[in-house]
Nanobody, 115 residues
Framework: QVQLVESGGGLVQAGGSLRLSCTNR????????MAWYRQAPGKERELAAS???????SYADSVKGRFTISRDKTLKSVYHQMNALKPEDTAVYSC?????????WGQGTQVTVSS
């Protein structure tokens, strides 16, 4: 059984930072990729950052240079360090882990950036 638990969301002023965490409380063998998605009000969900294989990362243009995705050595947790936050970063952020051929999602955590 895989269960992803997220933490770290909240309210922050523009220019501030937040660090999101996502921990898999279930099995970890066969992890292919980890990623953070976000969905702003009235918009479609978008991929913010991903980390795959040996540690290759990729980012949406809108967050490049400000956000950093990382994972722990046990591959049980993935992190999302978000710096220089902007009001347009306000969204529900969800982690996703691809394990084998299946995708698993966290419950989502709200990030609100005030101007």
């Amino acid at each position: 059984q895989v269960q992803l638990v997220e933490s770290g969301g909240g309210l922050v002023q523009a220019g501030g930072s937040l660090r999101l965490s996502c921990t898999n409380r279930g099995r970890i063998s066969g992890i292919v990729a980890m990623a953070w998605y976000r969905q702003a009000p009235g918009k479609e969900r978008e991929l913010a950052a991903s980390i795959v294989g040996g540690g290759t990362t990729s980012y949406a243009d809108s967050v490049k240079g400000r956000f950093t995705i990382s994972r722990d050595k046990t591959l049980k947790s993935v992190y999302h360090q978000m710096n220089a936050l902007k009001p347009e970063d306000t969204a529900v952020y969800s982690c996703k882990m691809v394990i084998g051929e299946a995708e698993y999602w966290g419950q989502g955590t709200q990030v609100t950036v005030s101007s």
